[in-house]
């Protein structure tokens, strides 16, 4: 478990690799972000992006799914996402890797339980081209005494 005290500026994190597939794309896509590259192949490939893209809010949501299946923090929430950059088109059969970087570390003054870490979360398809970059603030709970 990772608390508050064992993040410090600069560190990095490996978070791990996920596979887009298309079948998982469509889903999504249907359900939250049915524009028509996101959702119908012939019109995808008519489209300024050539063909099938996953929707940059699955990009997102993989981020998270990284995040808690390799950070093992002591979260306790996050108050938001300060950036969202969608730089490259995820297509399926994409193998995405995600690295955390801590940007800033803040104890709280008011809850002596808690404090601010502010990561960054890049994440790279395999020819290590950058796809999303995404800043967040994560709340987590300071070590037990």
Same mark, same amino acid.
């Given at each position: *478990?990772?608390? /508050?005290?064992? /993040?410090?500026?600069?560190?990095?994190?490996?978070?791990?690799?996920?596979?887009?597939?298309?079948?998982? *794309?469509?889903? /999504?896509?249907?359900?939250?972000?049915? %524009?028509? /590259?996101?959702?119908?192949? %012939?019109?995808?490939?008519?489209? =300024?992006?050539?063909?099938?893209? =996953?929707?940059?809010?699955?990009?997102?949501?993989?981020?998270?799914?990284?995040?808690?299946?390799?950070?093992?923090? =002591?979260?306790?929430?996050?108050?938001? +996402?300060?950036?969202?950059?969608?730089?490259?088109?995820?297509?399926?059969?994409?193998?995405?890797? *995600? +690295?955390?970087?801590?940007?800033? +570390?803040?104890?709280?003054?008011?809850?002596?339980?808690?404090?601010?870490?502010?990561?960054?979360?890049? *994440?790279?398809?395999?020819?290590?081209? %950058?796809?999303?970059?995404?800043?967040?603030?994560?709340? +987590?709970?300071?070590?037990?005494?």
């Amino acid at each position: *478990m990772r608390y /508050f005290e064992d /993040f410090r500026v600069g560190d990095k994190i490996d978070c791990g690799s996920t596979t887009f597939q298309k079948e998982e *794309m469509l889903e /999504f896509a249907r359900k939250f972000d049915p %524009q028509p /590259f996101h959702v119908d192949e %012939q019109a995808a490939a008519g489209s =300024a992006f050539g063909g099938l893209i =996953a929707s940059g809010w699955h990009t997102c949501s993989a981020c998270m799914r990284l995040i808690v299946d390799h950070m093992h923090s =002591a979260s306790m929430g996050s108050p938001g +996402v300060e950036r969202i950059r969608w730089i490259k088109p995820v297509r399926p059969g994409d193998t995405l890797k *995600m +690295v955390a970087t801590i940007i800033g +570390v803040q104890p709280s003054k008011s809850r002596p339980d808690r404090g601010r870490v502010t990561f960054s979360y890049d *994440m790279t398809d395999l020819a290590g081209e %950058q796809v999303m970059s995404m800043q967040a603030v994560g709340i +987590v709970k300071r070590r037990p005494a």
